[in-house]
């Protein structure tokens, strides 16, 4: 996978590792790292458009506030078109979900940056919250009524039990789902970027095939990246609109 | 020779990817076909449309994850 130039050499998966920031020391929970730097800088870049962007007020926005505006605008109704009426008093929840993976997608991006949501252990957490927090939620806005959720009432008697272990199953696997599918996505497509990466260097190692795949590869990086832009948003905004899902089964549990 | 299992296997985790691709294209392609029939209802499905292939496509993940960890953890 790595190119066999000498000073080129790189393995397309050396930009997910976890360091710390200053010296080399063991990781414990307290050293600051690079995912725990480019934490900040989302929360950073959050608050930067969120609350300085819309500090003005203006009656006619800026481009900032408006930004900031339809952010807003989209999350709102999009926990109001899944979860209903109801599920608003969580909206600043979902809204929190979607900023973060979002802005730690396209801070990703950027070069020599790190992308916080490739990591299985940040996704694992914020699909664990959800899922936890939507379990406790069902259970004390429903009671055990939450457990008609695996009782398909609409199926046939003798075909409920077996439903029963499926919709179980299935309940469990929503986190696992849910952060690999983020972490997935990300690392998937980085990857992908330092392996054309990779090609691009032929140029130096052999001028005669270089000059056919340093080109092409070059393309590729622009292309795949292009299409990063793309998944950057699509991931913040399945992740949330699962959310809405889950949170919409444990308000209204009947199918 | 364990490498080289290693390898193999990776290899044809990914073709795990191929059914992902297929499934999202269909979702993609209905919803499109749907879509161009009645225009007017197409708006009000694209969280449908999202939630289907976000479906879809996590089990094209996992095989690339079985591939990850066939080269890396294993």
Redesign the interface.
């Given at each position: 996978m790595a190119t066999e130039a000498e000073g080129l050499s790189f393995h397309p998966?050396d930009q997910f590792v976890v360091k710390p920031l200053f010296g080399d020391g063991p990781i414990s929970w307290y050293t600051p790292t690079n995912a725990t730097l480019w934490m900040g800088l989302t929360l950073l870049a959050i608050v930067a458009l969120l609350v300085f962007g819309t500090r003005g007020r203006a009656i006619i926005p800026n481009r900032v506030q408006s930004i900031a505006e339809m952010l807003y605008g989209m999350i709102h109704k999009?926990v109001e078109?899944?979860t209903g009426k109801d599920g608003l008093k969580y909206f600043p929840f979902v809204m929190t979900l979607f900023c973060f993976i979002l802005f730690a997608n396209y801070l990703g991006l950027l070069p020599k940056s790190f992308s916080t949501t490739s990591q299985i252990a940040v996704t694992a957490v914020l699909a664990v919250m959800v899922f936890v927090g939507v379990t406790v939620l069902g259970f004390v806005k429903n009671g055990t009524h939450f457990l008609g959720l695996f009782w398909v009432k609409s199926a046939p008697l003798a075909l409920r039990p077996v439903l029963a272990v499926i919709e179980l199953i299935s309940y469990f696997v929503r986190p696992v789902?849910h952060s690999?599918?983020l972490a997935?996505?990300i690392?998937?497509g980085h990857a992908v970027m330092k392996v054309f990466a990779a090609f691009g260097a032929m140029l130096l190692i052999s001028p005669v095939i270089g000059i056919v795949v340093t080109p092409l590869s070059i393309l590729g990086i622009v292309g795949v990246y292009a299409l990063e832009i793309m998944v950057a948003i699509?991931q913040a905004?399945?992740f949330t609109?699962?959310t809405c899902?889950y949170l919409k089964d444990a308000l209204h549990p009947s199918h | 020779m364990e490498q080289l299992g290693q390898y193999l296997g990776a290899g044809l985790a990914c073709i795990g990817m191929a059914g992902a691709a297929i499934g999202v294209g269909n979702v993609a392609g209905n919803y499109l076909s749907g879509a161009l029939r009645n225009p007017s209802a197409a708006a009000s499905q694209t969280a449908t449309l999202f939630i289907g292939m976000a479906f879809a496509e996590a089990l094209g993940i996992f095989s690339f994850l079985v591939a990850l960890l066939l080269l890396f953890a294993v």
């Open positions: 998966m999009m078109d899944v789902s690999i599918r997935g996505n690392m998937a699509i905004y399945v609109i699962l899902v | -």
